[in-house]
């Protein structure tokens, strides 16, 4: 069993920073992958941002790419999500999942364990 946390949503305005951060207890040395999904208000939940747990390989959606970082500090269990030059349209709930099968893309797969959500709200 995996358990996540996730803290750091707010309100910002175009242009600014926030940095997301996803507690992970439980089974974390079973963990294959780990990633940050986002559900916009009235859309679907869209992946924006994996990360492979044993070789720190990350893959970012075309929409955040060179703006969004994940990162992970293993020794104290956290995913960070850095998000920087925010626009209006990364207003969304967001959400840090984890995946224990060692096989496949940390992209293309269906997570099994997720938080609860922490909302981002970017004003113009």
Do not use: H
């Not at 492979?52 to 995913?79: C, E, M, P």
């Amino acid at each position: 069993q995996v358990q996540l946390v996730e803290s750091g949503g707010g309100s910002v305005q175009a242009g600014g920073s926030l940095r997301l951060s996803c507690a992970v207890s439980g089974d974390t040395y079973k963990i294959r992958c780990m990633s940050w999904f986002r559900q916009p208000p009235g859309k679907e939940r869209e992946g924006v941002a994996f990360i492979d747990n044993d070789y720190a390989t990350a893959i970012y959606a075309d929409s955040v790419k060179g703006r969004f970082t994940i990162s992970k500090d293993n020794a104290k269990n956290i995913l960070v999500l850095q998000m920087n030059s925010l626009k209006p349209e990364d207003t969304a709930m967001y959400y840090c999942a984890a995946d224990l099968a060692f096989w496949g893309s940390c992209q293309g797969r269906m997570y099994k364990y997720w938080g609860q959500g922490t909302q981002v709200t970017v004003s113009s």
